[in-house]
């Protein structure tokens, strides 16, 4: 027989066949075909249908098995409809086949049947396998008469073991205690009690029944905090149906405790005088007194199951009104039950009280409408599930005060923070998710936003946008939590929710900043009106209503605070207005305080305006107060600057145009000065702003101010014979003034006119041929100065050049040959005298 190799799985009329159950026999062996044939007769009793056999899939695998020096074992299974044979027990199953052999026997056509064992597993595998050990091996084991006897007495003690074990596993899983009554040839008690080897397997049996009954019986004690192992969320019902059961199991045992079985293993230690028989009995007489007490508890357990069962089915709105008569009920339990009325037991009915209204408020409330932003249903669920859990703890009390005065000697001191413990933390869940859901009306509303003016009114529209995104990314986590957010066990909710709120308080934050950007950004009245209202019908948390209006109040506070400033600014500036250079002293002033009136009453105008839209508050009056003290303030300063002004005006203001044009300046090296009175020149600037004022001009000035522009032009004209003039002085240092100064004197021939004849009030004829004349005298001598002073710089150059030349050149640590430094020197001498010839010749 070839070694077994394992292959992937291939698909056969029949089925699959999983990868690692997939063996192929070297050189394409495969089983003796009766072996064949036998194993497909057994798979009969999986009801297969003839078809379900694949020779390609299952052959190998089956040959495997039976060839293999390895494989000891196969399952067969129906997957889906089809055959599979593996090695690994399935997964999953409802009903399965299984073969087993001792890997070390070779299989033939006439062994197979005994060296091949199988069986079907169905429903519960322990249930199977005990139906197989009870009726197949356990008889084969115990009749078995080859074997030698401390083999037998060895193996018989173990297999005693593994069916007590196997027993009490198959039926606790119903509910069930069942006792396993070993079959052993008794006889007579006080024959059987001498041979040991039996004495002790009796006794091993015992002390498993001993573990058993000890179980139910300190079953009670451990379900004092949790009356059942069905979980710390039953309610009382599952309560009743405990006692039923515990009732029911209770009086099993009580009648098996009377099998002859068991009184015949009794009379065998008691005559053997066993140390292990005394707590047994002991726990047998427990076992009547507790099947006592399971009975009276169920009877008085049975006079709640009708307000139980209604507040099974009850919403959260209908939980309050049966809570009195269960209570009431539970008051009579207390009253005259003999065994259920400890502190402990009651405790434990009342905290499941407290799970069954914990479980129907959560029925009622739907997570994922909350998620999905539907919840206004789901606030009024929550709100009732807050007050049914409030209504359970005042009816408790209301009750536990009843009893205080009735019962002067029993009280209810019950364990208040068990019974509630859940309750208060299910309340608080309920508080946290209404918090969720009103988070959901501010940040994820089912109304679009409003559209936002202003050139930041994009921004802002995205701002919110991005709010209402990272909000919904808060909900996606708490919609992602792998556990169920109403559940008061699961504590990871504090870690989840106070995330979830800290986020909430940031996206608030970001709300307040935007409302904030926002009324930063607009910088019209009239469109901070608008924001209000659009941001008012947008809040709907405390945090951003507080913020709107804030906001509201900070519409007058802020102008008022801007008023104040200007106020101020004005009073201590008044003596002396920062006046630009460009303006006059007076109508400069005047100006000034009217850009300050007209910073007040642009605003001011649009909150007068709006004042119909906004609530009228104190610091409305205060600003309106303040408003109108300030403007008659600025007003008078107008009026009073005017004045002033008005009083320095000179009757013969119009000699002054009678001054010569231009002035020489001795103090100054001789250059000249325009010489237009700097009286008229303030005199214009002023008649220009006080026009712009609207205020009244005087005669005298007004008809100076009216030729401003014609003395305008003639002053630049005069501007530039200075500056030619002076241009031409400025160029020549002290010493070339003698030198060009016939020119100069030749040139102040021609500007004598203007300093000694000519006035502003010359004709315009004359006025334009002095100008005309001078300059171009001007540019006369200017140009033989600046001819002057470009070769004057040439000849310093050339100067400079000769200066630098050097008439021997020695090139430092180089030792010269014979006649080579005459050579070169005469070289170097020729060259500086051409040099020189052209310094001579540029200089002459």
């Known amino acids: 027989m070839g070694k077994g190799s394992m292959g992937k799985g291939s698909m056969g009329k029949g089925g699959n066949v999983e990868p690692q159950s997939v063996a192929i026999v070297e050189d394409g062996m495969s089983a003796d075909e009766a072996c064949i044939r036998w194993f497909k007769d057994k798979l009969a009793l999986l009801n297969l249908e003839e078809e379900a056999w694949s020779h390609k899939a299952h052959t190998p695998v089956v040959s495997e098995f039976l060839m293999s020096l390895k494989a000891g074992r196969l399952f067969a299974y129906v997957e889906d409809g089809t055959l599979k044979c593996s090695r690994n027990v399935p997964s999953q199953w409802n009903e399965v086949m299984f073969f087993v052999?001792?890997?070390?026997?070779?299989?033939?056509?006439?062994?197979?049947?005994t060296v091949v064992h199988y069986g079907v597993l169905r429903g519960s595998s322990t249930e199977s396998l005990l139906k197989l050990m009870s009726g197949i091996y356990v008889p084969a084991v115990l009749n078995n008469k080859t074997w030698p006897d401390s083999v037998k007495k060895d193996f018989t003690g173990q297999l005693h073991k593994f069916m007590a074990y196997l027993t009490e596993l198959t039926y606790q899983v119903k509910g069930n205690t069942v006792l396993y009554i070993p079959a052993e040839d008794i006889g007579d008690p006080a024959v059987a009690c001498k041979e040991k080897d039996l004495v002790q397997r009796l006794e091993s049996t015992l002390i498993h029944w001993t573990r058993q009954i000890k179980e139910v019986v300190n079953n009670q004690d451990v379900?004092?905090?949790?009356?059942?192992?069905?979980?710390?969320?039953?309610?009382?019902?599952?309560?009743?149906?405990?006692?039923?059961?515990?009732?029911?199991?209770?009086?099993?045992?009580?009648?098996?405790?009377?099998?002859?079985?068991?009184?015949?293993?009794?009379?065998?230690?008691?005559?053997?005088?066993?140390?292990?028989?005394?707590?047994?009995?002991?726990?047998?007489?427990?076992?009547?007194?507790?099947?006592?007490?399971?009975?009276?508890?169920?009877r008085f357990l049975?006079?709640?199951?009708?307000?139980?069962?209604a507040l099974a089915k009850a919403e959260p709105a209908d939980i309050p009104p049966i809570l009195p008569k269960l209570l009431h009920c539970i008051r009579m339990i207390w009253n005259i039950s003999r065994f259920y009325n400890t502190p402990e037991r009651l405790t434990g009915l009342l905290r499941k009280v407290s799970n069954e209204i914990i479980n129907r408020c959560c029925a009622k409330i739907s997570l994922s409408e909350i998620f999905e932003g539907d919840v206004e249903?789901?606030?009024?669920?929550?709100?009732?599930?807050?007050?049914?859990?409030?209504?359970?703890?005042?009816?408790?009390k209301t009750t536990a005060q009843a009893v205080s005065i009735r019962e002067k000697k029993r009280q209810w001191d019950f364990d208040v923070s068990s019974i509630f413990?859940?309750?208060?933390?299910?309340?608080?869940?309920?508080?946290?998710?209404?918090?969720?859901?009103?988070?959901?009306?501010?940040f994820a509303p089912k109304t679009d936003l409003p559209v936002f003016g202003g050139t930041r009114g994009p921004e802002i529209y995205k701002s919110l946008l991005d709010i209402q995104s990272s909000f919904q990314k808060l909900v996606a986590q708490l919609r992602s939590l792998n556990y169920s957010i109403l559940d008061v066990k699961a504590t990871r909710w504090h870690d989840d929710y106070n995330s979830f709120k800290s986020g909430v308080k940031d996206l608030e934050v970001m709300m307040q900043n935007v409302i904030v950007l926002a009324f930063e950004t607009v910088s019209s009245l009239p469109a901070r009106v608008e924001l209000l209202e659009q941001f008012i019908t947008m809040a709907k948390r405390e945090s951003i209503k507080r913020c709107v209006e804030k906001k509201t109040a900070e519409c007058y506070a802020t102008f008022l605070l801007e008023l104040n400033v200007v106020k101020k600014h004005f009073d201590q500036m008044r003596r002396h207005p920062p006046i630009h250079a460009s303006l006059p002293r007076y109508s400069g002033a005047a100006m000034w305080a009217q850009q300050l009136s007209k910073r007040l009453e642009k605003p001011m105008t649009e909150l007068n305006e709006a004042a119909h839209y906004l609530p009228q508050t104190a610091e409305a009056a205060e600003l309106q107060t303040a408003y109108t003290l300030a403007q008659q303030s600025i007003e008078q300063f107008v009026k009073n600057q005017h004045l002033e002004w008005f009083n320095t005006i000179e009757a013969g203001l119009t000699k002054k145009l009678e001054n010569n044009l231009i002035l020489i300046e001795d103090n100054q090296g001789g250059l000249l000065k325009m010489n237009f009175d700097k009286q008229l020149l303030s005199v214009f600037a002023e008649v220009h702003y006080w026009e712009r004022l609207h205020l009244e001009i005087p005669y005298v000035a007004m008809e100076i101010a009216s030729q401003r522009e014609k003395y305008r032009v003639l002053r630049e004209y005069v501007l530039l014979v200075v500056r030619d003039y002076n241009k031409i002085l400025n160029a020549l240092d002290k010493e070339e003034r003698k030198l060009f100064q016939d020119r100069i004197h030749y040139l102040d021939r021609r500007i004598l006119p203007g300093v000694t004849k000519m006035n502003w009030m010359s004709s315009k004829h004359h006025l334009d041929f002095f100008v005309k004349e001078a300059r171009k005298y001007c540019k006369e001598v200017e140009a033989t100065v600046m001819d002057y002073k470009a070769a004057n710089e040439r000849i310093h150059g050339n100067c400079k050049v000769i200066s630098e030349t050097l008439?021997?050149?020695?090139?430092?640590?180089?030792?010269?040959?014979?006649?080579?430094?005459?050579?070169?020197?005469?070289?170097?001498?020729?060259?500086?005298?051409?040099?020189?010839?052209?310094?001579?010749?540029?200089?002459?």
């Open 101 to 113: 052999r001792d890997p070390s026997k070779f299989v033939t056509a006439d062994n197979i049947g």
């Open 223 to 298: 379900n004092v905090q949790d009356s059942s192992d069905r979980g710390e969320d039953a309610g009382p019902l599952a309560e009743i149906e405990f006692w039923r059961s515990r009732s029911v199991d209770l009086s099993g045992i009580r009648t098996q405790l009377d099998h002859p079985g068991v009184n015949s293993i009794v009379d065998v230690l008691e005559q053997a005088k066993s140390s292990y028989l005394d707590p047994f009995l002991n726990l047998s007489n427990l076992i009547q007194r507790e099947a006592v007490a399971a009975e009276d508890n169920l």
């Open 302 to 309: 049975s006079s709640l199951e009708t307000p139980c069962k």
């Open 377 to 396: 249903a789901c606030m009024v669920s929550l709100r009732q599930s807050i007050r049914a859990g409030e209504a359970w703890k005042k009816v408790y």
């Open 421 to 442: 413990a859940h309750i208060d933390a299910f309340v608080q869940r309920c508080r946290d998710m209404l918090e969720v859901c009103e988070a959901q009306t501010q």
């Open 807 to 844: 008439l021997i050149n020695i090139e430092k640590k180089k030792v010269y040959e014979e006649g080579e430094f005459e050579e070169k020197q005469a070289r170097h001498r020729e060259q500086v005298s051409a040099c020189f010839e052209k310094c001579f010749r540029e200089i002459k």
